[in-house]
């Protein structure tokens, strides 16, 4: 089902979102582990990004476990990002994995940099399922260019805004627009970030590939590592609520962001370039799903007193 849509600091966190409707000493309620696939059975679950790479095979396993899937994707291109954005027919083909698994999806076209459209799309999806559990904020770009040389002073900002705005800030609008339903529903829930390795560890300036790869490079580090500060301030004011926020930090995944022709272009003129990504173990890339696995544990209730986490699914990059 397509429904086409327009396009602080942890102390104050807290006292936004504190509300003591508990009596004290009683404990949260939470359900019982289930068997295998239904670990989520009856959930629903919002899911940005959703369109293909990451985002479409969280869709699909999450479904698999019996989820409800709300999908968000801008499905056009970002200004000053080369790399080819989704497209209408990308976000037709999860809708099409998650019907396949016998669950509804509902999609909405636009934009994460929009805090109007994500909360439309959360009051769409309470009148719509009653209910939302499960939130993961997927969305992100890498604005990498095969363009050799020096860049303007225009573009080298809009490279390092269009980065930040969409991969920070479109994951905070995406909690902040969330997170009021979660908590009048009182179910309790999960929260995810897609963080990176990036999220972790400091990367080398990429100065000697050309000022627009270096500035894209920047921009996703800086934003990455944002979401750690994020998820931990949401986590610490949202555990009286029994929601809980962590953050997934993969090495290099499979998808149509590091698997292109800008990558294999900029591989082929520096032979080196991204020697710096390789992993301890011997694969250089996960798929997708290896990410999606690591993410069930995270939402389900086999991780439902896992918050404020860092979890990384790297093949040992971190081993350093």
């Not at 476990?65 to 994707?73: I, K, T």
């Not at 999806?125 to 860049?151: H, N, P, Q, Y």
Request: charged content about 20%; glycine content about 10%; proline content about 4%.
């Amino acid at each position: 089902m397509f429904v086409l849509q327009h396009g602080t600091v942890a102390a104050s966190l807290v006292e936004q979102y504190h509300q003591p409707t508990r009596r004290p000493g009683a404990r949260p309620r939470v359900s019982r582990v289930k068997g295998p696939m239904t670990l989520i059975k009856g959930k629903v679950a919002l899911i940005t990004g959703v369109a293909r790479g990451q985002g479409r095979a969280h869709a699909s396993r999450l479904a698999a476990e019996g989820a409800d899937v709300v999908g968000v994707d801008i499905c056009t291109q970002p200004d000053h990002v080369s790399i080819p954005g989704a497209t209408h027919e990308d976000l037709r083909e999860t809708e099409r994995l998650v019907s396949r698994a016998g669950q509804r999806f509902v999609a909405h076209v636009g934009d994460v940099r929009d805090f109007g459209f994500l909360r439309s799309v959360v009051d769409h999806t309470i009148a719509e399922f009653g209910r939302l559990d499960i939130v993961c904020a997927s969305a992100g770009v890498w604005a990498i260019s095969a363009a050799d040389g020096a860049v303007s002073d225009a573009e080298r900002a809009g490279v390092w805004e269009t980065t930040i705005a969409t991969n920070l800030m479109g994951a905070w609008n995406t909690l902040d627009a969330a997170i009021p339903a979660m908590i009048k529903a009182g179910n309790g829930g999960s929260i995810t970030l897609i963080g990176s390795v990036a999220s972790m560890s400091g990367q080398l300036p990429m100065d000697s590939l050309g000022s627009r790869v270096h500035a894209a490079q920047m921009g996703y580090v800086a934003s990455k590592h944002a979401l750690v500060g994020l998820m931990r301030s949401y986590a610490l004011a949202l555990a009286e609520h029994s929601i809980r926020v962590n953050c997934l930090a993969p090495t290099g995944v499979r998808t149509a962001m590091s698997q292109n022709e800008i990558v294999e272009a900029i591989g082929e003129r520096h032979p080196s370039a991204f020697d710096v990504f390789a992993n301890r173990m011997p694969i250089d890339v996960l798929e997708p799903e290896d990410v999606s696995s690591v993410l069930v544990h995270l939402v389900s209730d086999s991780g439902r007193f896992t918050t404020g986490v860092v979890l990384p699914v790297d093949g040992g990059f971190l081993l350093r």
